[in-house]
């Protein structure tokens, strides 16, 4: 069912960006909007919002029933067959609908092929709808931003009790299995797959392989999360084992000042890419600019990645309600790496720091 709110304020962003249509795939966008997520397959598939708040939906066959039950009974849903061909539903529906020559924003489930396919028989404008459709959603209410902290809760007690666990002679894999293991007995999904990376494995900021053992003396970053009642949570830290080298000491300081600065940095009125500045100074300041790979942050709610985005360039203005990550990290190439990663909300006096696990250097023994 439509949520009347946002389709409204999706409207009324669609008038101002001088859009005639929304497309959007099954995704997390589709969901928000109106709380129905069909699977993704083959079989083209998309629901339509006019800016004049009219709304249809082109459904397979296999999925008809489905879109009937979830979606308002003044949406009209045009079906197509197996044995037929999902554009002769865009023809009728862009006969019926006038969307001839007009302006249609798409999301990023849309696939290519089908869109080139929708371009050889309707003359329209098609343009990138992700950031419209994001933005949408990017102030969270009291009841979502509970929902977050609720969350990043359950990350922190998750963190505390894996990093109990590690000891020299277990491998990444057994770690990863612990974590899903640990969220599944607190009644939680994970957000994405942990990642645990460890010794060398470190300097890659998304490292997705999990067979190396910990050694007696090693380094470990923990990146992990879940999700609770639909939103989601993303915490890292870094923590040693045996030992700290005076090296490792001194990028740990560097990427702890480094995460405080941004977030105290994350007030209203502040643009994004300010936060990302206040962190980058920090490890530029200490000459490790250049092993700084990756943006500060990202925003998080019914997704783990979306706006705003707090990196270079991205002017976009913080406002009250606003959730995302502060990340700063080093990453030298075959020595290590050093990530500490909270999750921040925007409130009326500055920011608050929805993560309380410790980010003290913690060494196992």
């Known amino acids: 069912m439509l949520n009347k709110k946002y389709g409204n304020k999706l409207c009324e962003i669609m008038i101002n960006n001088n859009v005639d249509a929304m497309m959007i795939g099954p995704s997390i966008d589709l969901e928000f909007l109106t709380g129905f997520n069909p699977r993704i397959c083959e079989r083209f598939q998309a629901f339509f919002i006019l800016s004049n708040g009219k709304c249809f939906h082109i459904s397979p066959q296999l999925y008809f029933e489905e879109a009937g039950k979830h979606l308002d009974s003044d949406t009209e849903i045009f079906m197509w067959k197996d044995s037929g061909n999902f554009l002769d539903a865009i023809r009728s529906t862009s006969k019926k609908y006038h969307l001839d020559g007009k302006t249609i924003a798409i999301n990023n489930t849309i696939r290519g092929i089908d869109l080139i396919d929708i371009e050889g028989i309707l003359n329209a404008k098609f343009i990138n709808g992700h950031d419209i459709l994001e933005n949408l959603r990017v102030i969270k209410n009291k009841g979502e931003i509970e ?3 609720k969350a ?35 009644g939680a999904d994970l ?3 942990p990642i645990v990376a460890s010794g060398p494995n470190s300097s890659m900021p998304h490292y997705c392989e999990d067979s190396r053992v910990i050694q007696e003396k090693d380094i470990i970053i923990l990146d992990l999360g879940c999700k609770y009642k639909g939103y989601y949570s993303d915490i890292s830290r870094t923590v040693f084992v045996g030992g700290i080298t005076d090296e490792e000491k001194k990028v740990y300081d560097i990427i702890l000042r480094a995460n405080k600065a941004g977030e105290e940095t994350a007030k209203q009125g502040v643009k994004a890419e300010d936060v990302d500045k206040a962190s980058r100074d920090i490890i530029k300041s200490e000459g490790y600019g250049q092993y700084f790979l990756n943006r500060t942050g990202h925003g998080i709610g019914i997704s783990v990645h979306e706006a705003p985005y707090i990196k270079t360039g991205n002017k976009q203005i913080l406002e009250r309600g606003m959730a995302f ?10 020595k290590f790496g050093i990530r500490i990663e909270d999750i921040i909300v925007i409130g009326v006096e500055g920011p ?14």
């Not at 505390?160 to 612990?178: A, F, N, Q, V």
């Not at 990550?325 to 075959?334: A, K, L, R, T």
């Not at 993560?355 to 023994?365: G, P």
């Open 325 to 334: 990550s502060v990340e700063p990290g080093i990453y030298m190439q075959n």
């Open 152 to 186: 990043a809760k359950l990350a922190d007690e998750v963190m505390g009790e894996t990093i109990d666990y590690i000891c020299p002679g277990i491998t990444e894999r057994d770690i990863k299995k612990k974590i899903e293991e640990l969220f599944m007995q607190k």
């Open 352 to 365: 608050e720091v929805l993560n309380n696990f410790t980010k003290e250097i913690i060494v196992i023994k």
């Open 191 to 193: 957000s994405f797959e």
């Open 147 to 149: 929902k977050l902290r």
